[in-house]
């Protein structure tokens, strides 16, 4: 069993910037894949930024030049820098981890990040 917790959500003003972080821990797990995905009010989940199974990132247009994802591989930590936020960034965020053997997924519990205009 792996568990995420996701962390680093808040309030802040368009314009402004917040880091989320994700961490996931368990016994003897290998990622094959790691991200984060948001869901607004009403709208279907969506990807922000992935690291993919060859580690190569992935971005929504929507983001690309105001997010970056990194990652620590010692920790199994993966962090979402958001710079320049917009209102329609509004969303519960969600870190997805894929595994390699079992090819299981999980989805950390969410993380509210709400921008002021």
């Known amino acids: 069993q792996v568990q995420l917790v996701e962390s680093g959500g808040g309030l802040v003003q368009a314009g402004g910037s917040l880091r989320l972080s994700c961490t996931a821990s368990g016994n003897s797990f290998s990622i094959n894949a790691m991200g984060w995905y948001r869901q607004a009010p009403g709208k279907q989940r969506e990807l922000v930024a992935t690291f993919t199974s060859g580690g190569r990132t992935n971005y929504a247009d929507s983001v690309k030049g105001r997010f970056t994802i990194s990652r620590d591989s010692g920790t199994n930590t993966i962090y979402l820098q958001m710079n320049s936020l917009k209102s329609e960034d509004t969303a519960v965020y969600y870190c997805?981890?894929?595994?390699?053997?079992?090819?299981?997924?999980?989805w950390g519990q969410g993380t509210q990040v709400t921008v002021s205009s």
């Open positions: 997805k981890l894929d595994l390699r053997a079992p090819a299981v997924r999980y």
